[in-house]
């Protein structure tokens, strides 16, 4: 959905269903069919939990989704081009269109942890 229509308008989208959701569970089921909300009283720690818990698992699969994308473009630079270096490499997932997860550039220094976990340069 990401994709589709962007983050901001998903976060939205997503804020106006659990909006939705609140005022009126019973419509759970057009909305995910089979599905039934479960009310369960929980304190602030409980809820909290389980937000950050949804946070990682969001995260993580974006990672993996991006590594998916990265580590082959890397590969297929690095065959060509073996003596490229890790800035020159960085600038190319920049110019790819290929965003890092937490800013707005490739760092040299991300681009060389992913070479080291992925064993493709030491």
Excluded: Y
């Excluded at 962007?6 to 959701?21: F, S």
């Excluded at 057009?30 to 909300?37: N, S, T, Y």
């Excluded at 590594?67 to 800035?87: C, D, M």
Aim: glycine content about 4%; hydrophobic content about 40%.
């Amino acid at each position: 959905m990401i994709e589709c229509v962007g983050e901001e308008k998903a976060a939205t989208l997503a804020h106006a269903i659990c909006h939705h959701l609140a005022a009126h569970p019973e419509d759970i089921g057009d909305i995910c069919p089979g599905m039934k909300l479960v009310t369960l009283p929980m304190n602030s720690t409980t809820r909290g939990k389980l937000m950050l818990d949804a946070a990682i698992k969001v995260r993580r699969a974006d990672a993996k989704e991006r590594r998916a994308k990265v580590v082959p473009f890397l590969k297929e630079i690095l065959t060509r081009e073996p003596e490229i270096s890790i800035r020159q490499l960085a600038t190319l997932l920049d110019q790819k269109g290929i965003k890092p997860m937490s800013s707005t550039k490739w760092s040299p220094a991300s681009v060389q942890m992913i070479l080291r976990q992925e064993k493709i340069r030491e």
